[in-house]
Each structure stands twice: as C-alpha cells, then as structure tokens.
C-alpha cells in the first residue's frame, strides 16, 4: 500500500540551527502538505503547496519556514534558526485530491530543539 | 476560522460495548467532516468522512452521524476491541484547501 515517508524520524539540534524535514508523498498525489504537534496538543496546519507554489500558509509559517519541491519525488520544510518552542512532531502529508480533503499521513519527524 | 471540539479527553469502555465520541463545531457549519485515527507517536490515519447533506456514514464497525441543528458529529465504534484503543481526531477542511481543523481529540482505551 502506497505511503508518505519522513525522515529523519528524529532529530536533535541546537537552538539557532537550520534544519531540513524530508518527505516523499504518495507518488500521484498533487498536494502536499505540512502539519505540526506539539507535544499534548492539537495538530496544527502549517502550510500547503500544489504546482509548485505554496496555497496557504498559516500564521506559524513564519519566515523561518521554507518549503520546496526540488524534484520529483521529495518535498522538505525547512526552519532557518530554530527556536526551543519548534520542538515538535511534524506530520508531511499528501492527496489526490483538493475536494474531500482526505490526507494521507506520514509517520512524522520529530524534533527536539536543545 | 473554524473551532472543533472534542469535549472528552478520555472515554474507558468495556470490550464488546459501543464507544461513542463527539465532535462540535462552533462556526459555520462544514462541508464536511472527516474522523481519524493517531496511535501514539504517529501520524494520523484516515478513518470515515461525512458530508453536510449526509446524516449517517458508516464502515464495518464504525458510524459516523451529522447533525447540523447540533453542530455535532458523532463517531461511534461498535462491537469495541482492544485495538481500537487510540485516539480519534475530529477534523474540518474549512474554507480552504487541504487546511485542516483538528480537534483535541479523545483519547479512547477499551479494555478485555
């Protein structure tokens, strides 16, 4: 059965650093999405991209935040300077459609910012 | 934006029984309504979704109802197992695209 994937499943890093979350979405998917959760939380939207372009982005999808396409298969989110309050899980997720919206997971990366 | 509420943190059920968990919305009333699944440390997993214009949605053992008087869904497991224990996630596409409004989510154990 068809699957998102994420890597890394974890990562560490220093408050300030960049970090890059990788993804590759289900492979006839057009729209990909973001999505973040803080530990005991609610899952929040971040931003989504279709053709090549971002659709929507929230409010936390600040500056900091990047997304990109840069071929084929693999979508990233990027956090230029992170700060303590970035640690959380992060959820990539894709469909096949904009209508139903039904998205389909991957098992998410969590960061921890020290 | 749209504010979805899942009133109960936490529903303990017995094997065999019916867990039935609840969803309000609080703003304008969705198009639709989807239900998911998060097992700890997890994404979510698609489960069931409802349609303004459907009162009732079911698959196997689950059922979900719409009630736009109510602004309520409800998610019903029937026959209840072990492995269903998890957490289900009540969710609203809003106005846009793929942007999704998750509930809290109840956190559902069943026990043997």
């Known amino acids: 059965e068809p699957e998102v994937t994420q890597t890394p499943s974890h990562q560490v890093t220093q408050m300030g650093q960049e970090v890059i979350l990788r993804c590759v979405p289900i492979?006839?998917?057009?729209?990909f999405y973001w999505y973040r959760q803080i530990l005991g939380q609610k899952v929040e939207f971040l931003v989504s991209?279709?053709?090549?372009?971002?659709?929507?982005k929230s409010e936390i999808f600040d500056d900091q935040f990047s997304v990109e396409r840069p071929d084929g298969s693999n979508f990233t989110l990027k956090i230029r300077s992170t700060k303590l309050e970035d640690s959380a899980m992060y959820f990539c997720a894709s469909s096949d459609t904009e209508n139903t919206g039904e998205l389909f997971f991957g098992e998410g990366s969590r960061l921890t910012v020290l | 934006s749209q504010k979805i509420e899942q009133n109960s943190e936490a529903l303990n059920i017995q094997e065999g029984k019916t867990a039935t968990l609840t969803c309000n919305y609080t703003n304008y009333s969705p198009a639709y309504l989807q239900w998911y699944r998060q097992d700890p440390g997890r994404g979510p997993v698609f489960l069931l979704l409802?349609?303004?214009?459907?009162k009732e949605k079911r698959k196997e053992r689950l059922k979900v109802t719409f009630d736009t008087t109510l602004k309520q869904s409800l998610f019903h497991i029937t026959a209840s197992q072990p492995a269903d224990s998890a957490t289900y996630l009540c969710?609203?596409?809003?106005?846009?695209?793929?942007?999704?409004?998750f509930g809290r989510g109840t956190q559902l154990t069943v026990w043997p």
């Open positions: 969710a609203d596409r809003g106005s846009t695209l793929g942007r999704l409004y």
């Open positions: 409802i349609r303004e214009n459907e």
């Open positions: 991209f279709y053709n090549n372009e971002i659709s929507e």
């Open positions: 492979s006839n998917h057009l729209y």
